[in-house]
């Protein structure tokens, strides 16, 4: 499938498909910028999807389109791209990834009688404003902050816990959920530090979190920021293990973090291309040399509901198809049946956590690593 570069648009849309495609997906996702990674996983999810819509039919009979708007991860950004779809008579959006970006884009969305799905964006808020249009095929940040911090507060009774942060909607929400947790359980931490997204240089962080005696880091953040504190942390001699959540759970966090990597913890959902209900997707991917690791498949996913929710609605309306995915029926989808509650939430999260070791090949990787609690 070839994409094109859409001239005269900074935001770097591209659009891929038929040209004379009918139903429009928009792909709100940081193409550019720290967490680029995940917005080729969006990419790649929903350019299978459509790709496989196409050959059965499309949505509703009509042939289907993508156009992926690139966010940078900047909220503003993103409410420019979210205008820019509704311009463009968007039908649905899967997008965006960064919790700070998905929020303010989701109410120009909500003007514009657009569905948004997002694969990523965990921040609580996003589906509890009551809005009719906000669904994410992942979990929130109170329930994958329940996991890490029961896992510190079990494993790591009576250590030295700290807890650091990126100052996001989605890092910052991340580690207040898991502290939350962590205390609940009689933990307390020694250190709640923020940083600044961006930044190279962490070590007056990594100063004060060995100055503190740490046995363990856990970050709110994403693996740019996360590697980067893991090289810095092994560079002045602190081995404690550095524990995050699905913001980190990609190959370039050990690029960054080179082979002080191995150990770190990470909570994501089960590794969706294990699911029977991926296997033939799945292949499709590696046989065009793409691992759908991570996000990939709650991207694919999020657009099988999307199509199956409007031909369950009869119709592309925005509202009716939202009331239909609202009603609680549940979605076949590439992560097994998806059903959704009246805020826009799974019915079913689940979380696990996996520990990055080298593998057979030499490699580190959190693929088969899940813990035991």
């Known amino acids: 499938m070839r994409s094109v570069l859409v001239a005269g648009v900074a935001l770097g849309l591209l659009t891929a498909g038929s040209a004379f495609a009918e139903v429009k997906i928009g792909v709100g996702a940081p193409v550019t910028g720290g967490s680029a990674a995940f917005g080729a996983q969006f990419k790649n999810g929903v350019g299978q999807a459509v790709e496989d819509f196409n050959k059965t039919g499309g949505i ?23 205008n820019k779809f509704s311009s463009d008579k968007t039908n649905f959006v899967v997008g965006h990834f960064n919790s700070g970006v998905s929020i303010p884009a989701s109410d120009v969305y909500s003007e514009s009688n657009i569905v948004e799905i997002t694969p990523a964006s965990t921040n609580v808020k996003f589906t509890e404003r009551g809005l009719w249009n906000t669904f994410r095929t992942c979990g929130r940040d109170d329930q994958q902050g329940a996991v890490a911090g029961n896992y510190l507060a079990t494993q790591y009774k009576g250590k030295k816990v700290a807890v650091v942060h990126d100052k996001t909607p989605y890092g910052k929400g991340l580690a207040d959920e898991t502290l939350k947790a962590f205390k609940a359980k009689g933990g307390k931490e020694v250190l709640y530090e923020g940083v600044n997204p961006g930044e190279k240089d962490y070590s007056a962080l990594v100063s004060k979190l060995k100055q503190a005696g740490v046995d363990i880091v856990y970050f709110g953040g994403y693996y740019t920021e996360g590697g980067l504190i893991i090289r810095q942390m092994r560079d002045q001699g602190l081995k404690a293990p550095l524990m995050g959540g699905d913001g980190m759970v990609d190959k370039e966090l050990v690029a960054i973090a080179g082979p002080g990597a ?7 959902p089960p590794d969706a291309r294990k699911n029977p209900a991926a296997k033939d997707v799945v292949a499709a991917f590696k046989a065009k040399g793409v691992d759908p690791e991570a996000y990939t498949l709650y991207a694919y996913a999020a657009a099988q509901i999307l199509k199956q929710a409007a031909e369950g609605a009869k119709t592309l309306d925005g509202k009716k198809v939202a009331a239909f995915m609202h009603e609680g029926k549940p ?6 049946p998806i059903s959704f509650d009246k805020k826009g939430d799974i019915t079913k999260p689940d979380y696990v956590i996996y520990q990055w070791k080298k593998g057979a090949d030499g490699q580190i990787g959190y693929t088969g690593n899940e813990l035991t609690q």
Do not use: C, I, R, W
């Open 60 to 82: 509703l009979g009509q042939k289907v389109e993508f156009a992926v708007g690139d966010d940078a991860s900047d909220p503003k950004q993103g409410v420019s791209v979210a």
């Open 331 to 336: 979605f076949n989808t590439v992560l097994g």
């Open 262 to 268: 191995e150990g770190t913890l990470t909570t994501f």
